[in-house]
């Protein structure tokens, strides 16, 4: 490596270390909460890749957090298309063989019906009820991510949460655990 090269890696390095730090864990979780433990290093590894190659283009302060997201909202998304793609093609093979279809990996660590209910929402409803709740991004940071006014983040947060909340109601009561006696009957 040139001496000038070796002084533009140093003076990268100085930018990236501390957006590194302070945000890894953060991109980590998010990638986890979207795509599971198989695919969640692989898809911040990317982004923090493309902070890297991308570090010019990085806004400074406040605002390279929510630039890191943006960058993580579309790689996870890149994953999950290849994902359902590469589903798509084991399905295939599988019901070529006669065989049923794989088990879908789903969030342990939340309520199924939350789960069901929040799975039945459009796509953007559920990326931006998981920016708000699970990310705990503002509104500010919520609009740089998906590219929206920051007046329409509040607003469209209210109606997604109106749709998760009757989509909840709709999956009807928890079923009551059965007795042994009732069970025995």
Not at 28 to 38: E, K, M, S, V
Not at 50 to 60: E, L, Q, T, Y
Request: glycine share 8%; with cysteine.
């Amino acid at each position: 490596m040139s001496t000038a090269g070796a002084r533009e890696h140093d003076d990268i390095g100085q930018r990236f270390d501390p957006l590194f730090e302070a945000h890894y864990q953060e991109i980590y979780r998010f990638c986890i909460r979207r795509l599971g433990f198989d695919d969640a290093e692989d898809a911040t590894a990317e982004v923090f890749a493309v902070a890297w190659r991308r570090i010019d283009d990085m806004p400074s302060g406040v605002d390279d957090r929510a630039w890191l997201y943006g960058v993580a909202q579309r790689i996870v998304g890149n994953h999950r298309r290849s994902r359902r793609r590469q589903q798509g093609l084991l399905k295939r093979i599988l019901e070529t063989r006669s065989v049923g279809e794989p088990d879908v990996a789903t969030g342990a660590d939340v309520d199924a019906r939350v789960l069901a209910a929040l799975s039945s929402l459009s796509g953007s409803d559920q990326d931006l009820l998981r920016l708000t709740t699970w990310e705990g991004l503002n509104r500010s940071e919520i609009a740089h991510v998906l590219g929206i006014k920051e007046n329409a983040v509040d607003q469209r947060i209210h109606r997604a949460k109106a749709r998760l909340r009757e989509r909840y109601d709709r999956l009807g009561p928890e079923p009551r655990p059965v007795t042994t006696k009732e069970a025995s009957a």
